[in-house]
């Protein structure tokens, strides 16, 4: 028997929704698959995201779970449209399930805001610098698996420079800047690229600097998606053994707290760009 492909991130949410709003209206999977004409384990793996579902079946459930919300309907409706493959699908077998959810995450954002407070934010990375934090895991990386994980994190920037590229506010800490990954050379070359970056109409880079002190998310990388309705928001946290996701009310209103803070505390676009060129010079 032919295995399942496993999920990407986009499909298991879209299951998870599906499931939270039977659930809200206090309905059973048994009553779902009499609506759908399946049978309960169908529903159940439609609601793990194991099994594809389609736009006329979200308008029943919704219609039928007696969902008001038109926008809410409509944005699930967009995430069940699997009729188009996405760039990072070249890559499904070679790399990391995770690394190719980031990237569909972001495409599909309205909105992407990152903490970042060792390393400059995958978005706005250069070869060489991506390569050399790419280097530097234990166990280390096969150099074949090294070279297209920065093929795919560079065509993941591409996000930026499309129409209708979402807004994206990268969110720095001083020493991330400071951080010599590749040595001096690489390090002088991402920070002028941080700057040319930083003169998009669409990116806004801020820097915290070491005068703030402690500050909350200390040690988090983030990266805060905001969804085409906010019920789809999604914050995608760094780890050693991979990149985690979480969409509970209370971790997002966490993180938007957060981020908040960083904005609040933050040197402004400007003021941001002039000390970034600063640290180069001192490079």
Request: glycine share 6%.
């Given at each position: ?65 007696d969902c008001a919300d038109h926008a809410y309907v409509e944005a699930l409706v967009a995430m069940a449209d699997s009729g188009k493959r996405g760039w990072w699908e070249q890559y499904r077998g070679t790399l990391p399930q995770r690394l190719l959810d980031v990237a569909e995450l972001e495409w599909f954002a309205t909105r992407l805001r990152t903490l970042q407070t060792v ?165």
């Amino acid at each position: 028997m032919p295995t399942r492909p496993t999920p990407s991130e986009r499909q298991r949410r879209l299951g998870a929704e599906l499931r939270s709003m039977r659930l809200a209206a206090g309905r059973t999977t048994e009553y779902a698959a009499g609506l759908l004409g399946l049978d309960r384990t169908k529903v159940s793996n439609m609601e793990t995201g194991v099994r594809a579902t389609s736009a006329e079946r979200i308008r029943i459930l919704a219609s039928n779970y007696d969902c008001a919300d038109h926008a809410y309907v409509e944005a699930l409706v967009a995430m069940a449209d699997s009729g188009k493959r996405g760039w990072w699908e070249q890559y499904r077998g070679t790399l990391p399930q995770r690394l190719l959810d980031v990237a569909e995450l972001e495409w599909f954002a309205t909105r992407l805001r990152t903490l970042q407070t060792v390393h400059v934010p995958g978005l706005l990375q250069l070869s060489g610098y991506a390569r050399a934090i790419f280097d530097a895991a234990l166990p280390p990386l096969p150099k074949s698996e090294v070279e297209l994980r920065v093929a795919q994190r560079i065509q993941r920037q591409q996000v930026l420079e499309r129409d209708n590229a979402p807004h994206y506010i990268a969110y720095v800490h001083e020493w991330a800047l400071r951080m010599q990954f590749g040595g001096r050379r690489t390090t002088r070359e991402q920070l002028q690229h941080l700057c040319e970056m930083s003169e998009m109409e669409n990116v806004d880079i801020r820097v915290l600097t070491t005068d703030v002190g402690a500050f909350p998310g200390a040690g988090h990388a983030v990266l805060y998606a905001h969804g085409a309705v906010p019920q789809l928001d999604t914050v995608q946290l760094d780890s050693a053994h991979g990149g985690e996701f979480t969409h509970a009310d209370a971790q997002l209103a966490k993180y938007r707290a957060h981020m908040d803070w960083w904005h609040a505390e933050s040197l402004d676009r400007q003021a941001s760009r002039d000390f970034m060129h600063d640290i180069a010079r001192q490079l």
